[in-house]
């Protein structure tokens, strides 16, 4: 019979002892390899000219004038024929205009030059009654027509419609709040000329709408939440739709784009926007508007307005 001590001396010697191999049949288990990074997959964006064509597909752009590139070379046209964009309508919509960001599933409606025309005007009032932008690319156009203005008198002018010079002056190169401020600086009473060319327009709409190849009428609008920001300087960014916040930020501040300069431009809205999150007062975001957007020369008084429109935004949107 084996004694208690007999029994604590083999339990002893059994702790000294080794663990036993692990057996063949069950190797140790490997450790989980890494798992690549997914690669983002390439942005293509469907597009077709405005008045009609087959539809191209362009990717590999950064900014406006690279897409206008992509436009021009998948339909054998030069650049400079692209007045501007629509997103999702082949119409002249400006509430449809190509800005600073396009929805990973939006198509592309390029709208090229058509007929030239030449209006005379006389300014009788100190506000012409256009708003004016640019297409981010050297051609500034009429965006809006005031109801009751003096250019709306002029049946011949019309929304779309590009700046191409003023009394024989080009202004083919010019940014929006320059062609606007000419207008401005117009003296009264003295008749001046607008040579405008109109985009193009097909010769049979009717026609070539009801060919489902020639006209996705209503296109794919993407109900993702990812957008390509267009920059104008630095590469394009994918990045999440702007926010409740944003988007109402922005459009105030559009609205006082146009009440103070005459131009809309959703994307110096926008740009405006994201540089007030990074400042705590008006003074530092004067600065700071100084510093990212000297160019436009904004008024003190406007840039306090804005400031007061991005706080109201912000109160608005909770």
């Given at each position: 019979?084996?004694?208690?001590?007999?029994?604590?001396?083999?339990?002893?010697?059994?702790?000294?002892l080794?663990?036993?191999?692990?057996?063949?049949?069950?190797?140790?288990?490997?450790?989980?390899?890494?798992?690549?990074?997914?690669?983002?997959?390439?942005?293509?964006?469907?597009?077709?000219?405005?008045?009609?064509?087959?539809?191209?597909?362009?990717?590999?752009f950064t900014?406006?004038?690279?897409?206008?590139?992509?436009?021009?070379?998948?339909?054998?046209?030069?650049?400079?024929?692209?007045?501007?964009?629509?997103?999702?309508?082949?119409?002249?919509?400006?509430?449809?205009?190509?800005?600073?960001?396009?929805?990973?599933?939006?198509?592309?409606?390029?709208?090229?030059?058509?007929?030239?025309?030449?209006?005379?005007?006389?300014?009788?009032?100190?506000?012409?009654?256009?708003?004016?932008?640019?297409?981010?690319?050297?051609?500034?156009?009429?965006?809006?027509?005031?109801?009751?203005?003096?250019?709306?008198?002029?049946?011949?002018?019309c929304?779309?419609?590009?700046?191409?010079?003023?009394?024989?002056?080009s202004?083919?190169?010019?940014?929006?709040?320059?062609?606007a401020?000419?207008?401005?600086e117009?003296?009264?009473?003295?008749?001046?000329?607008?040579?405008?060319?109109?985009?193009?327009?097909?010769?049979?709409?009717?026609?070539?709408?009801?060919?489902?190849?020639?006209?996705?009428?209503?296109?794919?609008?993407?109900?993702?939440?990812?957008?390509?920001?267009?920059?104008?300087?630095?590469?394009?960014?994918?990045?999440?739709?702007?926010?409740?916040f944003?988007?109402?930020?922005?459009?105030?501040?559009?609205?006082?784009?146009?009440?103070?300069?005459?131009?809309?431009?959703?994307?110096?809205?926008?740009?405006?926007?994201?540089?007030?999150?990074?400042?705590?007062?008006?003074?530092?975001?004067?600065?700071h508007?100084?510093?990212?957007?000297?160019?436009?020369?904004?008024?003190?008084?406007?840039?306090?307005?804005?400031?007061?429109?991005?706080?109201?935004?912000?109160?608005?949107?909770?």
């Amino acid at each position: 019979m084996e004694t208690t001590a007999a029994r604590e001396a083999r339990g002893a010697e059994a702790q000294r002892l080794p663990a036993p191999p692990p057996s063949p049949a069950e190797p140790p288990a490997a450790s989980p390899t890494p798992t690549a990074p997914r690669a983002r997959p390439r942005l293509v964006f469907r597009t077709q000219l405005a008045h009609g064509s087959p539809t191209g597909k362009i990717e590999g752009f950064t900014n406006v004038r690279e897409l206008y590139a992509k436009i021009a070379e998948a339909f054998g046209i030069a650049p400079t024929e692209i007045l501007f964009c629509t997103l999702n309508s082949h119409k002249v919509d400006m509430q449809k205009l190509l800005g600073g960001q396009i929805g990973l599933e939006d198509f592309i409606f390029a709208h090229v030059r058509g007929e030239t025309k030449e209006v005379e005007v006389t300014k009788t009032e100190d506000a012409l009654g256009l708003t004016i932008t640019d297409n981010g690319a050297g051609y500034a156009f009429i965006k809006r027509i005031k109801e009751g203005s003096i250019i709306n008198r002029i049946e011949a002018v019309c929304v779309g419609d590009s700046i191409e010079a003023i009394n024989d002056h080009s202004i083919v190169g010019c940014r929006h709040y320059e062609v606007a401020k000419m207008l401005r600086e117009l003296p009264k009473s003295q008749p001046f000329t607008l040579r405008l060319v109109q985009p193009k327009r097909a010769f049979d709409m009717i026609g070539q709408r009801s060919r489902g190849s020639k006209y996705p009428m209503e296109a794919k609008v993407s109900s993702g939440r990812e957008t390509l920001r267009l920059r104008s300087g630095g590469a394009a960014t994918v990045e999440e739709v702007p926010s409740e916040f944003e988007e109402e930020a922005s459009r105030r501040v559009d609205d006082l784009l146009e009440s103070y300069m005459g131009i809309r431009d959703p994307e110096l809205a926008s740009t405006m926007v994201e540089t007030s999150k990074k400042t705590v007062s008006v003074q530092e975001f004067a600065r700071h508007l100084d510093s990212v957007l000297g160019e436009f020369a904004f008024p003190d008084e406007f840039v306090v307005e804005v400031w007061a429109a991005i706080g109201e935004a912000r109160e608005a949107c909770g």
